[in-house]
């Protein structure tokens, strides 16, 4: 199983960015995928998750009205937009799955997901 995790970079604050996970080897429309992100000196928090059918998600209070994450099953591909950054912002942001359908499982714990992407780095200057 692969997440790769891309479209991070350097923006200014109150900019956008989108990131896009692309993920392998696994049955993507039987998980539900999720974000997250790690500030420097910090503990990697949870941001996002999404359903298998995209028909459910929820965000971290921090990022409700600024970020929406969506889903392309066809591709393969989950995506984080993001509005309205600031410094705060600023991090590795991580893409993760959690299998079997289990609405339970998509929560804010980092134990309950199975794959990890590899991190894709955004960095808000102000």
């Known amino acids: 199983v692969q997440l790769q995790a891309s479209g991070g970079g350097l923006v200014q604050a109150g900019g956008s960015l989108r990131l896009s996970c692309a993920a392998s080897?696994?049955?993507?429309?039987?998980?539900?995928m999720a974000w997250f992100r790690q500030a420097p000196g910090k503990e990697r928090e949870f941001v996002a998750v999404i359903s298998w059918s995209g028909s459910r998600f929820w965000y971290v209070d921090s990022v409700k009205g600024r970020f929406t994450t969506s889903r392309d099953n066809a591709k393969n591909t989950v995506y984080l937009q993001m509005n309205s950054l600031n410094d705060e912002d600023t991090a590795i942001y991580y893409c993760?799955?959690?299998?079997?359908?289990?609405?339970?499982?998509?929560?804010?714990?980092?134990?309950?997901?199975?794959?990890w992407g590899q991190g894709t780095l955004v960095t808000v200057s102000s």
């Open positions: 993760a799955a959690t299998g079997g359908r289990r609405w339970s499982r998509a929560t804010s714990a980092r134990d309950d997901y199975e794959y």
């Open positions: 080897g696994l049955t993507f429309s039987n998980y539900a």
